[in-house]
């Protein structure tokens, strides 16, 4: 009797294995394949199973085409990421817009890193060689790097034929020879429409349930709250001096689209002015979008409807800023120009801000 009730036990769980097995496809299959090599725990199978699932939703395209877009956009930026460095060379030669003896000028696509770093496997100044033999011939010196430009920024971008005009370059940039005009699509209007962001700018610490950096304001001014005053501060020694001009081009859906000259250099100048001294966050920088916490931008209505967004995609928002200009005193002067990218557009037809441009 207990013999044939252990068989018929072994029976049920042979069964109930079969029926889990069908139900769970191939990630199951795997398991149960691993299973017969050691034991595996059931946080284990879990694990395996949503991250299937994460594969097969990631898979899905979106119905939407506005989502169907902002995935695409995705898709590339970690796409450039594992492409050989041959493909990215060729990509960044079929980017340039000008070239002399002296330099060759690249429309900066979006997502692609300048330098490298952790997690990091491609960037620009990895391919310079490549790209140099490309554009002259195979005994050619590499390229070099005269300034840069975030990850997530588009737009004109210098790369120098020789060491001694990178040198030049460089001086020109430092010495504030050099004139560079940004477009950017913010949410908000700034007020007034046009003016000057005087205010240093310094890194610091947030404190939050997940630590982590990011530079902020230095003002060396504040309200008194006794009278309402201005009173001037001690100076932050950490804060680097940070200077923008900017100027409103067009406004609608709750969004502005905005030409901005930085006067100085400092890392994320325009993005820091813009969300904390302006109060006019770019269109998708989830990073300067909120002070205390690491979450998605939080969009208006209208905003959303006119994009054909929901609130829970925006995270995937690409961050609308363009490195439209760049005057070049070299000898002559340059005037290096390059169009926004494609989504750019895109999301300017949508918002509708429209503009005539100088």
Request: with cysteine.
């Amino acid at each position: 009797m207990a013999a044939a009730s252990g068989r018929a036990l072994r029976r049920s769980a042979a069964g109930l294995g079969w029926a889990v097995r069908s139900l769970c496809g191939g990630g199951c299959r795997r398991a149960a394949a691993e299973e017969r090599k050691g034991p595996v725990r059931a946080e284990q199978l879990a694990e395996r199973l949503r991250q299937q699932r994460r594969e097969e939703k990631q898979r899905e395209v979106p119905r939407d085409p506005a989502q169907r877009r902002v995935r695409e956009l995705a898709m590339l930026s970690s796409g450039l990421q594992h492409v050989h460095p041959n493909v990215l060379a060729r990509m960044l030669k079929q980017a340039a817009v000008y070239q002399n003896e002296e330099i060759v000028v690249i429309n900066k696509p979006y997502g692609l890193p300048v330098h490298g770093g952790p997690g990091i496997k491609n960037c620009i100044a990895d391919v310079l060689p490549i790209l140099a033999k490309m554009l002259e011939n195979m005994k050619a010196e590499p390229l070099h790097l005269c300034h840069r430009l975030d990850k997530e920024t588009t737009g004109v971008m210098v790369l120098a034929r020789s060491k001694e005009a990178a040198d030049r370059i460089r001086l020109l940039f430092k010495t504030r020879q050099v004139e560079k005009i940004y477009w950017a699509i913010s949410l908000g209007e700034p007020d007034p429409t046009e003016g000057i962001v005087d205010i240093p700018i310094v890194e610091k610490e947030v404190q939050s349930h997940q630590s982590h950096y990011k530079r902020t304001l230095a003002p060396s001014y504040r309200l008194s709250p006794e009278d309402g005053k201005v009173v001037r501060t001690r100076r932050n020694r950490s804060a680097e001096s940070a200077v923008t001009r900017y100027r409103l081009l067009a406004s609608s859906a709750a969004c502005s689209l905005l030409e901005l000259q930085p006067i100085t250099g400092v890392k994320h100048q325009i993005r820091v002015h813009l969300a904390y001294g302006l109060g006019c966050p770019i269109l998708g920088d989830h990073k300067y979008s909120h002070w205390s916490k690491l979450a998605p931008q939080k969009l208006p209505k209208v905003t959303l409807k006119r994009l054909k967004l929901e609130q829970s995609k925006a995270r995937h928002l690409p961050l609308h800023l363009h490195a439209h200009r760049l005057s070049l005193p070299l000898g002559e002067q340059l005037n290096l120009v390059c169009k926004p990218p494609p989504f750019f557009h895109k999301t300017l037809r949508k918002l509708e801000l429209d503009f005539a441009e100088d």
